[in-house]
């Protein structure tokens, strides 16, 4: 089982679009809360979307499941893009701060991924630029 905290694709609309998650201290702590509540109720995999890096890497540092950011800085234990992200094609749609086409320099689909992988493994990304602050 998984758990996703900081910002939900169900809540994306709601809240008028990408909206960072847990930058004031009660918002952090509730992000902190609900992430020891999650793992201490069975979640084995913890995903952090639109969380400021420093909370991210908190959250990863107190939890015993592995964490997985998307938008959420270096200090996950993971990194995701949705593929339509990942590749450029966003629909007309303002992109959040920590999409990065990878298509754009990879020439193709297959090279887009390898980028993407590369950039993760080697830790080029998510830099500061795809990433969000306190």
């Known amino acids: 089982m998984s758990a996703h905290l900081g910002l939900t694709p169900q809540s994306v609309l709601r809240l ?3 909206r960072v998650q847990g930058r004031d201290q009660a918002a952090a702590a509730r992000l902190r809360e609900d992430a020891t509540a999650v793992v201490d109720a069975g979640a084995q995999l913890l995903v952090l979307e639109c969380v400021p890096s420093p909370l991210a890497e908190a959250i990863t540092a107190s939890v015993a499941a592995p964490t997985i950011g998307i938008g959420a800085g270096l200090g ?3 990194q995701v893009l949705v ?4 590749l ?6 303002r ?8 298509l754009a320099g990879g020439g193709s689909v297959e ?24």
């Open 16 to 18: 008028g679009g990408y």
């Open 88 to 93: 450029g094609l966003d629909g007309g749609y």
């Open 76 to 78: 996950c234990d993971g």
């Open 111 to 134: 090279g887009a991924v390898r980028a993407f992988v590369d950039a993760v493994r080697s830790g080029a990304f998510p830099d500061a630029d795809h990433s969000y602050a306190a």
């Open 95 to 102: 992109r959040p701060k920590f999409v990065k086409d990878f």
């Open 83 to 86: 593929l339509h992200d990942l």
